[in-house]
């Protein structure tokens, strides 16, 4: 899969499936109000936050990766897509995000987490106020989880 860009509409129907599970869960949205679709996921791949999601499988992978979030775990587009979500924090620390992601897929979503991640070149963060939710369509069919955040700190 290419990255998101003009000719794949920045992944539109992937940012909606995102867009809509957000003002389902949450009652507000996680961008722009006031942009048109591509527009609206256009604005999300260069958004001055992080948003990625994964997908459902046992060992879930990474789907989706904004452009900051590629600066700040130093991966490429297709780095990020191959990586196992569970791979962004160090083994010690893979316990508590599986915890997180536990009470996500039972509770619908989750604000406020803190956690260390690590980046491609072993450089550690400590990711702030985060909110994660389910992926959830109009049918009810569960796609994943989401996470988003603007807050995090060099270790």
């Known amino acids: 899969m290419l990255s998101p860009n003009p000719d794949n509409q920045y992944l539109a ?11 389902r869960l949450l009652g507000k949205d996680f961008g722009p109000a006031n942009l048109e679709l591509i527009a609206f996921a256009e604005a999300i791949y260069h958004a001055p936050y ?40 160090e083994p ?10 536990e009470s996500v897929a039972s509770q619908g979503y989750s604000q406020g987490y803190e956690g260390i991640r690590i980046a491609k070149s072993g450089r550690r963060f400590r990711i702030q106020d985060v909110t994660v ?11 994943g989880q989401a996470a988003i955040y603007s807050q995090w700190q060099f270790l």
């Open 13 to 23: 129907e992937h940012i909606t499936l995102l867009r809509q599970s957000y003002q």
């Open 50 to 89: 992080v948003v990625v999601s994964h997908d459902t499988q046992a060992d879930p992978v990474f789907n989706y990766a904004n452009l900051l979030a590629q600066q700040l775990f130093e991966l490429t587009w297709q780095e990020f897509i191959q990586l196992p979500s569970r791979c962004s924090a």
């Open 92 to 101: 010690p620390n893979q316990w508590e995000r599986a915890q997180l992601l």
């Open 133 to 143: 939710w389910n992926l959830m369509d109009n049918g009810g069919q569960y796609h």
